[in-house]
């Protein structure tokens, strides 16, 4: 069982940034797939960024084309720690965001942090 706990939220205005840090428990966190996804009202959740293992010491990232240029996915392994710098925020990227981790093929999530991009 991973647990994973979300934190960096908050209100911040359009053209701001906020970094979100995600820590998961587990002693072969390098090994985990690591997401973050977000979730605004009325909405489905949707993909944000992942950066996910591919053997040794290679990570690869991928990002949503909704936040390319703005945000980046990172990880710090000896922290077990996953971040998401976002940059130039917009209204639009006002959601709840959550961190995923896959590990042995099954998924586990945060309970969420709130983000409110004000205009």
Do not use: H
């Not at 950066?51 to 390319?68: E, H, M, P, Q, R």
């Not at 639009?92 to 586990?108: F, G, H, L, M």
């Amino acid at each position: 069982q991973v647990q994973l706990v979300e934190s960096g939220g908050g209100l911040v205005q359009a053209g701001g940034s906020l970094r979100l840090s995600c820590i998961a428990s587990g002693r072969t966190f390098s090994r985990y797939d690591m997401g973050w996804y977000r979730q605004a009202p009325g909405k489905e959740r949707e993909f944000v960024a992942t950066i996910s293992w591919s053997g040794g010491l290679t990570y690869y990232a991928d990002y949503a084309d909704s936040v390319k240029g703005r945000f980046t996915i990172s990880r710090d392994n000896t922290k077990n720690t996953v971040y998401l710098q976002m940059n130039n925020l917009k209204p639009e990227d006002t959601a709840i965001y959550y961190c995923k981790a896959v590990q042995s093929s099954r998924n586990y999530w945060g309970q969420g942090t709130q983000v409110t991009v004000s205009s």
